[in-house]
C-alpha cells in the first residue's frame, strides 16, 4: 500500500504513534481508524462534513481518487481547502503522500469497511 496509511493505523493501534485531528469534528468520522483515513467513505464523510460537499461532489472527488487521476487531485486538495476554510491545521500534500484532510492515495481505500481487531 503505497500511501503508508496503513502503516500510519498501526502504529497509533499499537501507541507509537499519536493519534491528533487537524480538527476537532474528524474523531468523529476517523475515531474508528485511529485518525487516519483508510476508507473511502472516510474521505467522503470528511469532504461532507468538514467542507460542505454534496454527496455528488464528493463522489466526483472519490472518481478522481479511484483512478488515480494525479493532475486532477492537487486542484481537488486545493478546492477541499477553500471550502473548509483556510486555516493552519490544513494541508495538502502530494499525491505520493497522504495528508489528514485530504488522502491523496487512493490504493489504500475501499468501500468495504472491515472490524478492526482489538489489540
Do not use: N
Given at each position: 500500500?503505497?500511501?503508508?496509511?496503513?502503516?500510519?493505523?498501526?502504529?497509533?493501534?499499537?501507541?507509537?504513534?499519536?493519534?491528533t485531528?487537524?480538527d476537532?469534528r474528524?474523531?468523529?468520522?476517523?475515531g474508528?481508524?485511529?485518525g487516519?483515513?483508510i476508507?473511502?467513505?472516510h474521505?467522503l464523510?470528511?469532504?461532507?462534513?468538514?467542507?460542505?460537499?454534496?454527496s455528488?461532489?464528493?463522489d466526483?472527488?472519490?472518481?478522481?481518487l479511484?483512478k488515480?487521476?494525479?493532475?486532477k487531485i492537487?486542484?481537488?486538495?486545493?478546492?477541499?481547502?477553500?471550502?473548509?476554510?483556510?486555516?493552519?491545521?490544513?494541508?495538502?500534500?502530494?499525491?505520493?503522500?497522504?495528508?489528514?484532510?485530504?488522502?491523496?492515495?487512493?490504493?489504500?481505500?475501499s468501500?468495504?469497511?472491515?472490524?478492526?481487531?482489538?489489540?
Amino acid at each position: 500500500m503505497r500511501s503508508g496509511l496503513t502503516d500510519t493505523y498501526l502504529r497509533r493501534r499499537s501507541g507509537e504513534e499519536t493519534v491528533t485531528y487537524a480538527d476537532p469534528r474528524m474523531e468523529a468520522i476517523l475515531g474508528d481508524s485511529q485518525g487516519a483515513p483508510i476508507y473511502q467513505d472516510h474521505v467522503l464523510e470528511l469532504m461532507m462534513k468538514l467542507a460542505g460537499y454534496s454527496s455528488d461532489e464528493a463522489d466526483e472527488v472519490r472518481k478522481i481518487l479511484g483512478k488515480k487521476k494525479v493532475e486532477k487531485i492537487g486542484s481537488a486538495g486545493q478546492e477541499f481547502v477553500h471550502r473548509a476554510g483556510s486555516g493552519a491545521a490544513w494541508t495538502v500534500r502530494s499525491p505520493s503522500t497522504c495528508g489528514t484532510s485530504l488522502p491523496s492515495s487512493p490504493s489504500t481505500a475501499s468501500t468495504r469497511r472491515t472490524p478492526t481487531a482489538t489489540p
